[in-house]
């Protein structure tokens, strides 16, 4: 009789104990849907009606071919947010510096250059960008230090309002000429138009 007892005192313990596991795995779960936005949707994904896109894959040196060929032959508009744009006119050979370069080419022949730059971030301030401020500001460009807290990662180019360069190229010697890096080369006027909505509300280029 006692040995019945116990075992069902033991059955109804084990009860308790799946059903306090299988609460808190609901409530686990349920909290990380919310937290990843899957319970609620604070988020929303517009789908881009895109007519033939053309799509290029660019791995690293490929981007800096590419894209200094579309500067050259910008004729309306050139935007660009980089999170790393490194000027460094005492280097002889420096892609980046071409890059830039071919920015105030585009301002000098008529086109609509803005450029925003990271400066201030969650870690401190990236003071290599100055170099290439200072530049562009007093070669007559439109450019902009981010000076808020948060970090912007972009490496973002838009061009005449239908090419647009994104991926992880920074605009520094580095990741140009000697790193792996990977973008992508897209020609769409509605994939550009939301890029460049994006650049507006955030940065009021």
């Not at 033991?10 to 609901?26: E, N, R, V, Y």
């Not at 060929?69 to 980046?96: E, T």
């Not at 022949?109 to 170099?131: A, L, P, S």
């Amino acid at each position: 009789m006692k040995i019945n007892d116990a075992g069902k005192k033991a059955s109804k313990l084990t009860s308790l104990l799946i059903l306090l596991i299988a609460s808190l795995t609901c409530a686990t779960i349920a909290l990380a849907l919310t937290s990843f936005g899957s319970a609620r949707a604070p988020y929303t994904t517009v789908p881009v009606e895109v007519k033939t896109p053309q799509v290029y894959v660019l791995t690293d040196r490929d981007y800096y071919h590419s894209l200094i060929n579309d500067l050259r032959r910008a004729n309306k508009s050139i935007y660009v947010a980089m999170y790393s744009m490194v000027y460094d006119p005492s280097d002889a050979f420096d892609w980046a510096n071409d890059l830039i370069r071919e920015l105030v080419n585009a301002k000098n022949r008529g086109v609509d250059v803005k450029v925003v730059i990271e400066f201030r971030t969650y870690h401190g301030y990236m003071n290599d960008n100055m170099e290439a401020y200072n530049y562009l500001s007093s070669s007559g460009v439109h450019v902009k230090l981010d000076q808020e807290a948060d970090t912007d990662h972009l490496k973002l180019v838009v061009i005449d309002g239908e090419i647009v360069y994104v991926g992880s190229h920074n605009w520094s010697e580095s990741a140009l000429y000697y790193n792996r890096e990977a973008s992508v080369r897209i020609v769409s006027e509605e994939v550009a138009k939301r890029f460049l909505d994006y650049l507006k509300n955030n940065y009021g280029l």
